[in-house]
Every structure is written in C-alpha cells, then in structure tokens.
C-alpha cells in the first residue's frame, strides 16, 4: 500500500490568535501541521487536523482545528472558540495562582 501525504493548508489568522492569547496568558504552545493522508489507487483518506500543545504549570491541554470556525478541545466532540480557550486559560492560572 502507497502513501500520498499532503500538508493541510495552515490557517495564519487562528495561528496567531492562539499565540497571542497564550502569550497573554504566559503559557507555551506548539503547533503542528495538520496532514491529508491519501491510499493511492483508491478514493480513502484520512485528514489529520492541525494541533497545537498548550501548557501551563503542568496542565497540558490540546487543541486541534480546521479553521477558525473548526476548533475543538482534544477531541472532535468538544467545540471550543478563541474566547472560550482565554476564559478556559485564566481560570486554570487562577486556579494555580489561588491553590
């Protein structure tokens, strides 16, 4: 069986927003590339989205989008917005700065 690995088109608007919102809230996050993995010579494909590691005093937290309108908290079951993962970061610092 042969592979066909293409890199899913980033998107720099939700990129940056992350980061901005990780910096404010003095935590690190790592990107990585969403892929389209394709069985060449027949119509199957998988699509790995882009990911990004966040982590915060230990607390380890993964999201992984499409585009701004797709993002999810660790799994495709968990939609999460920009705004939600701000509020979701401050209460975990708060959490940290009270315990």
């Not at 980061?19 to 069985?39: E, L, M, R, Y």
């Not at 998988?46 to 701004?68: N, S």
């Not at 799994?75 to 401050?90: G, H, N, S, V």
Request: proline share 2%; net charge positive; glycine share 4%.
């Amino acid at each position: 069986m042969e592979f066909l690995i293409k890199k899913l088109v980033k998107d720099t608007y939700i990129e940056n927003r992350i980061k901005t919102i990780c910096s404010f809230n003095n935590t690190k996050c790592i990107f990585s590339q969403g892929k389209i993995i394709s069985i060449k010579k027949t119509n199957v494909s998988f699509i790995e989205p882009h990911r990004v590691e966040i982590d915060y005093l230990g607390v380890k937290i993964v999201v992984i989008y499409f585009d701004k309108d797709n993002m999810f908290l660790f799994d495709r079951t968990k939609p999460i917005t920009a705004l939600k993962l701000d509020k979701l970061l401050k209460s975990i610092k708060n959490e940290a700065n009270n315990g």
